[in-house]
């Protein structure tokens, strides 16, 4: 380690690293080894010169990411996010659909960004006949999927040419329309259901109301996120403006009952 990093100061001309990883922490053994073998201490040292920046972890495991995050100071998560690791299905569908959500709150709420690999599954999502719920997703609505999430600030999609890049680069013209991936609706796990995702398939709503965004608001305050709370409040039309017209009731794919949860949140919001 301490050879790598000399080699890679010398030669990319520079005398700081942003990021040192604690990489590929998929079990409890892994995060073991990485401390008793000293590596972790090496990193703490360098930045405590102002070699290391930040801290960052790699990591496919729930279970693992919330132990590491207990005992270390970590600034950076990469971790993989796509519709299908998300309700069980992939190689690293790691984690119950409620255990992977909340590490997405757990990182919004301590300012910890999430760098998220493998959005398209390997390229699985992306076909019918490799996708695992028989039905294709377009790259575009699996990264509208995945930066709806709390904490997450960048998409790392492979790319192997210059005409893949320009695809993937098409998500910023691309209509709502297009981007709308509701449709996992109909393959998401019975565990799953009701559940709002931040998709606003709902939309338009007669009054106003960003349904996704005062439901993800509400899950980070429930989450103890006291900022999440102040963001909510500071909306021009939020739940309180809800006339229970059902509309968005009617045009939820989850079969989440919006109208009675804007009552629940305006009830919580309006108690902090």
Known sequence: MKASVKWMLEKLRTDYIDYGFIHCQDEFSDW???KKNGIYDYILELKEKGVVRHIGLSSH??????????EADVDMLMFSINPGYDYGEGEYAYGEVEEREKIYRRCEKEGIGISVMKPFSGGQLLDEKTSPFGKALSVHQCLKY???KPGVLVALPGAQSVAQVEELLKYYDRSEEELDYSVISSFEPIASSGRCVYCNHCKPCPMGIDVGLVNKYYDLALAGDDMA???YKKLEVNASSCIQCGHCDSRCPFSVKQSQRMKEIEAYMSSR
Not at 61 to 70: A, G, Q, S
């Open 229 to 231: 709370v102040e963001h």
């Open 32 to 34: 073991e080894t990485f």
């Open 61 to 70: 495991t729930p279970k693992v990411i919330n132990r590491i995050l207990d």
């Open 146 to 148: 995945l930066l709806d």
